[in-house]
């Protein structure tokens, strides 16, 4: 065993028959204290104040569920763009709409499942569980639910060695802690979540929470996704965001290298601050993005209602059709006759006239069975992604 350093200890361990030298991080909160100069003071204001006006995007938006449904799938699909798989947001919204996938059965599942574990993680909290282990197991459950990753011991913590990087465990890039020691890392984790006497504020503990949660690795696969998941459901069950609006998963896809290299510092030299100042300049960047993704959104669905209006007689139930292919952007017709309860000729022309519009495009091809984008929505939600 080496000498304790900032950031935690290495421990001998045996991974695929090699003797290799795991970290086993200290527990949060880092000691000594993280010093705050006067610039990452300023850093923090920032970032809070970005996050106060992501927070009010939904007293700007006339429905923030037409908002919260496109960009928490927008953020499956970067997240597990990060982890490797090809999907597509329009990739995801034609298989939850008929379950045909235009991309391989497993990357697509895999998205799919990335939003079933969010969305049972809020409702969760939402009847009143806290932010506890037993969630994460919960929603590592969803997230390994089907596909790839279905036989990785979903919803367990891991009984065996892991490793990041590297061909086998003696070249690994990072060797997480031993299998015994990741319940005892997960309930000091946890303990550091709740603790009414931690010295720093919510961002700051969402920060220090997620390196911790990566260091520990403490399942077999999905450590990556619902770490990322971890930082907004800490900034939601604190109270700094009414929905978990957050998502850092396209910060951290751009600067891939620094993001590594952030979490790599704090475990090997205890660089805590380097790891704060990137996430809250990413906090920032990505709140005032999110903001001003929904005032494109809303001013786009505005001028098209505007478009709609002169169609007369037929503008009632053509607004009724562009309001659900804002909610959802990938429609059929049949889907949306039994959702608005509409007749199938009418719901017809009106996505034809849509369509005659510019609004929406048949993105098939096929002569039955056709999907319909809302090409200008979706375009707003894939910029920069």
């Avoid at 077999?220 to 069950?237: A, E, K, Q």
């Amino acid at each position: 065993m080496h000498k304790r350093g900032r950031s935690g200890r290495y421990q001998v361990s045996v991974a695929g028959g090699e003797t290799v030298q795991a970290f086993v991080p200290a527990p949060l909160p880092p000691e000594p204290p993280l010093r705050f100069t006067p610039e990452r003071r300023r850093l923090l204001e920032r970032a809070t104040l970005a996050l106060g006006r992501l927070d009010s995007i939904t007293l700007l938006l006339p429905e923030p569920e037409i908002f919260l449904y496109s960009y928490v799938r927008r953020e499956a699909v970067l997240s597990s763009q990060i982890e490797g798989t090809q999907s597509s947001l329009s990739d995801l919204l034609q298989f939850e709409l008929n379950g045909v996938p235009g991309v391989p059965f497993d990357d697509v599942v895999e998205v799919s499942n990335y939003v079933r574990a969010l969305d049972h993680g809020l409702l969760r909290l939402a009847d009143g569980m806290p932010l506890c282990n037993r969630l994460l197991r919960e929603m590592h459950q969803e997230l390994l639910s089907r596909g790839r990753g279905s036989s990785k011991q979903p919803g367990e913590f891991r009984h065996s060695q892991n490793w990041i990087g590297g061909t086998r465990p003696g070249n690994a890039y990072f060797v997480p802690p031993p299998p015994q020691e990741v319940g005892p890392s997960m309930g000091d984790l946890e303990r550091f979540i709740h603790d009414p006497e931690q010295p720093y504020p919510t961002l700051v503990k969402a920060a220090l929470a997620h390196v911790q949660f990566e260091t520990i690795h403490p399942f077999l696969d999905g450590n990556g996704r619902l770490g990322r998941l971890l930082i907004s459901f800490i900034l939601h069950h604190e109270g700094m965001l009414s929905r978990p609006l957050l998502y850092l998963s396209l910060y951290f896809k751009t600067h891939r290298e620094a993001y590594y290299d952030r979490l790599n510092q704090v475990r090997t030299k205890g660089d805590w601050e380097g790891w704060i100042d990137f996430f809250l300049e990413g906090v920032e960047k990505t709140a005032l993005d999110a903001v001003d993704t929904a005032r494109r959104l809303v001013n786009l669905m505005r001028q098209d209602e505007q478009r709609i209006h002169p169609l007369g007689r037929r503008a009632g139930t053509a607004l009724r059709v562009h309001r659900q292919f804002s909610q959802r952007p990938l429609q059929s017709i049949k889907a949306m006759v039994n959702e608005l309860e509409i007749s199938y000729p009418a719901v017809s022309k009106s996505v034809e006239a849509l369509e005659k519009m510019g609004i929406v495009r048949e993105v098939t091809g096929r002569q039955r069975n056709k999907v319909y984008a809302y090409q200008a929505f979706l375009d707003i939600l894939n910029k920069g992604a």
